[in-house]
């Protein structure tokens, strides 16, 4: 049997499965966005703003709890729990810098342009991948106070899982640690639910209704919460050696594959929603022919790229 026909027969198979049908379009969905390219620039802007912004964290506890070294330590610990073992790295470095004057200026100042970066990527990032055209996404002022809004549920989000990380590590020897755990991880879901739900809402155009995000802000946040408890253990085994083998450079490569990574689990969660709202399944792996979903994502594709705020009227007079 010819090679062609075999690929044909496999793909009608995986057309008529749902179940694999289903996962192969949004993965097909996610590279014909150029989806990783888009988590690559979220994560630069996140990185660009992490360390400025845990600098003016660890500045201000040492101003407020200067008498208070333990608590401060404290504080800071669950606020790196969501970088398993790097974490100890970034701590390290954060204490080697100057915390007053032009440091404290030079970071407030690059938080701010890094999370005003990250908010802008994630609107365009997540307005292509719902297709909405470049002429009817939020223009100026509107992207602006959409993308100010990001920044304090960002703020939110930090003080959230920051103090909701406190409650579990502080309550590790206690006797009814184990309970209060489990309940810091129940709210910690919720808050994270809560946050992607808000953040979506802000990032996409208002075309793109609550029902159709909902799902996908449920999705990344789960996705979100099991990366957390599984992160340990991939840092572990795939970052643990360089992080001691190259020092900083180490530590820098950790972080940057970490954020990039919670930027793909992110996008894949909106591609998962995307696919489901507008039933973008089955997908021709090897096309032709194409299915009714590949003529209808080609043709959202076309629309994406309409700039001209207005159709053209052509023709001459009479």
């Known amino acids: 049997m010819p090679v062609r026909a075999i690929v044909s027969r496999l793909d009608g198979w995986q057309q008529r499965h749902g179940w694999l049908a289903f996962p192969l379009a949004v993965?097909?969905?996610?590279?014909?966005?150029q989806a990783g390219t888009l988590a690559a620039?979220?994560?630069?802007?996140?990185?660009?703003?992490?360390?400025?912004?845990?600098?003016?964290?660890?500045?201000?506890?040492g101003l407020v709890l200067r008498d208070h070294p333990d608590v401060q330590r404290r504080v800071v610990d669950s606020a790196l729990v969501d970088f398993p073992v790097i974490g100890e790295q970034i701590r390290s470095q954060l204490n080697g810098f100057d915390r007053t004057?032009?440091?404290?200026?030079?970071?407030v100042v690059g938080t701010l342009l890094g999370a005003r970066g990250l908010a802008g990527a994630a609107q365009n990032a997540l307005n292509k991948l719902w297709a909405v055209p470049f002429n009817r996404r939020p223009g100026f002022p509107a992207s602006w106070l959409r993308s100010y809004g990001m920044i304090a549920l960002m703020g939110a989000g930090v003080v959230a899982t920051t103090a909701l990380s406190g409650v579990s590590t502080w309550t590790h020897n206690n006797a009814i640690g184990t309970g209060l755990r489990i309940g810091a991880l129940a709210a910690s879901l919720a808050v994270n639910v809560c946050l992607f739900s808000l953040g979506i809402r802000l990032a996409v155009a208002k075309e793109i209704t609550w029902r159709q995000l909902r799902f996908g802000a449920l999705s990344a946040a789960?996705?979100?919460?099991?990366?957390?408890?599984?992160?340990?253990?991939?840092?572990?085994?795939?970052?643990r050696h360089a992080s001691a083998l190259y020092g900083t450079f180490g530590m820098v490569l950790g972080l940057i594959a970490w954020l990039y990574l919670q930027a793909t689990l992110t996008l894949y969660a909106v591609e998962i929603d995307v696919v489901r709202a507008r039933a973008l399944w089955p997908r021709s792996?090897?096309?032709?022919?194409?299915?009714?979903?590949?003529?209808?994502?080609?043709?959202?594709?076309q629309a994406t790229e309409e700039r001209a705020p207005n159709r053209v009227q052509t023709g001459g007079s009479g």
Do not use: C, M, N
Request: charge should be neutral; proline fraction near 7%; avoid cysteine.
């Open 222 to 239: 789960l996705l979100w919460q099991v990366l957390q408890l599984l992160g340990g253990y991939i840092v572990a085994h795939q970052l």
């Open 285 to 301: 792996l090897f096309p032709p022919p194409l299915t009714p979903a590949d003529t209808q994502a080609h043709r959202a594709y």
């Open 41 to 61: 620039a979220l994560a630069f802007f996140a990185f660009l703003s992490l360390f400025p912004l845990l600098l003016i964290l660890v500045t201000v506890l």
């Open 101 to 107: 004057g032009f440091s404290l200026g030079f970071s």
């Open 27 to 33: 993965w097909r969905k996610f590279s014909e966005d």
